[in-house]
């Protein structure tokens, strides 16, 4: 069963920075694309930044030029680098990725994420 385990959260102030990191274990033939998604209290889940694995990245317009996604293809795992935070930054940021198992391409279920508060 592949998992996606999330960390490196927890409180900051804002105009703060944070790295969150995580890796993906488990039996898998490749990893696509791989993705930060967030989820504020009382809100739907959104997509925060994606890159594929030739490196191309993408990012909601909330976080362009505040935040950084890289990975590392041989760790299977990927970064957010996230700076000059505000507070509705403030969730619980869970990552996943596309891969294969060798027949499809899919996704794991959401681990737990990691939580950033973002406060004074």
């Known amino acids: 069963q592949v998992r996606f385990v999330e960390s490196g959260g927890g409180l900051v102030q804002p105009g703060g920075s944070l790295r969150l990191s995580c890796a993906a274990s488990g039996s898998f033939f490749r990893m696509y694309a791989m993705g930060w998604y967030r989820q504020a209290p009382g809100k739907e889940r959104e997509s925060v930044a994606t890159i594929t694995s030739g490196g191309i990245t993408n990012y909601d317009d909330s976080v362009k030029g505040r935040f950084t996604i890289s990975r590392d293809n041989a760790k299977n795992t990927v970064y957010l680098q996230m700076n000059s935070l505000k507070p509705e930054d403030m969730a619980v940021y869970y990552c996943?990725?596309?891969?294969?198992?060798?027949?499809?391409?899919?996704?794991?279920?959401w681990g737990q994420g990691t939580q950033v508060t973002v406060s004074s």
């Open positions: 996943n990725g596309d891969f294969s198992d060798g027949t499809t391409v899919r996704r794991a279920n």
